[in-house]
């Protein structure tokens, strides 16, 4: 049975990052708009936060998040806003930052992802070690875990680090590798197998799935918000995309679930937040008003603002 929808954002506080992975979404734009959220978004986010009804969760991603200069600010304005926190993390800054998050937010940190990218850490054992002290001086009710994207020549590597961090009793996912926006097929059949057991929950949903026409909760209850204040339905693009800019004011959320109008979903966050309703699929009316709504949409964002650069599948 599909879970109940779970009022979910994401927002992109900094596109800036003390890693370069070569497969990082974010590189190419990086290298040109390496910056962190300004001000005036922050201003409007908070805005935002405060208006939101009910209590949402916020993800807070980057590039990577925590070098934000107002990180802290953030997290306790979100908690003061009656929100709570999802925070995924290259894990790279010392623990003692790490642990001043999991003081800041408490209980309210529900989930914690570290982001382990092999090309980039010097050390595996001293980040296992980091990992199980993290886990231990966490919130009880906070969700830790590794992850990783899985690289095929690396397979074997990250199921030996997997098997270190378990015994440590820190939770590894894969993360499904994808390139220019689609899950790649693993060429080798026992690494196929092997890995989807431990992929982040509910990818084996929407891996290959079509799900044109379905309807989705996408733009109403989740939606991602890029450094600049630009929100989009979720991590496709599609002619119902663009939701206009926090900053600017002119974001709209939906309000009902409306059709998925993108060729492939690959995402994995919707789908943990029961944002898809996978057995029902809009009519042809249905249809035709998510295609005129998209098309009035568009042309209202472009008039009230110049279309700035929509937000990649970016995550530390
Ligand atoms: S791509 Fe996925 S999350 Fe986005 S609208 Fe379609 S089904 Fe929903
Ligand atoms: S994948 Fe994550 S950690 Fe790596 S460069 Fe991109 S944002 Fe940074």
């Not at 990783?148 to 015994?167: D, N, P, R």
């Not at 042809?284 to 709504?293: I, S």
């Amino acid at each position: 049975m599909s879970k109940a929808p779970e009022p979910s954002l994401e927002w992109e506080i900094t596109t800036q990052c003390n890693y370069h992975c070569d497969y990082c979404c974010a590189k190419t734009r990086m290298i040109v708009t390496n910056r962190h959220g300004s001000d005036e978004t922050i201003a409007a986010m908070f805005k935002l936060l405060n208006e939101l009804p009910g209590q949402w969760s916020v993800k807070l991603i980057g590039g990577e998040p925590l070098i934000h200069p107002r990180f802290f600010e953030i997290v306790q304005h979100t908690i003061d806003a009656g929100h709570t926190l999802v925070i995924t993390t290259n894990f790279s800054l010392p623990l003692k930052r790490i642990r001043q998050l999991a003081e800041t937010a408490g209980d309210k940190l529900t989930v914690l992802t570290a982001s382990l990218h092999l090309t980039e850490v010097k050390d595996v054992d001293e980040f296992i070690a980091k990992a199980a002290e993290f886990n231990r001086v966490k919130h009880p009710s906070t969700v830790f875990l590794v992850t990783s994207v899985c690289l095929e020549e690396k397979f074997g590597e990250l199921k030996g680090i997997a098997e270190k961090l378990e015994a440590a009793g820190v939770r590894f996912a894969f993360q499904a590798l994808k390139v220019d926006g689609k899950f790649v097929k693993y060429s080798n059949a026992e690494i196929e197998q092997g890995i989807v057991d431990k992929f982040v929950e509910n990818t084996d949903k929407i891996r290959g799935a079509d799900l044109y026409g379905t309807l989705c909760h996408t733009g109403e209850l989740f939606f991602r918000v890029n450094v600049d204040g630009q929100v989009v339905r979720c991590y496709n693009s599609q002619p119902l995309y663009n939701l206009g800019n926090v900053t600017d004011g002119t974001f709209r959320r939906f309000t009902e679930a409306k059709p998925c109008l993108a060729a492939r979903c690959t995402c994995t966050v919707p789908a943990n937040r029961g944002m898809i309703l996978y057995t029902q699929k809009a009519n042809p009316v249905q249809m035709a008003l998510a295609q005129g709504e998209g098309l009035v949409r568009r042309v209202q964002n472009k008039l009230a603002s110049s279309e700035k650069q929509p937000l990649d599948p970016v995550e530390s």
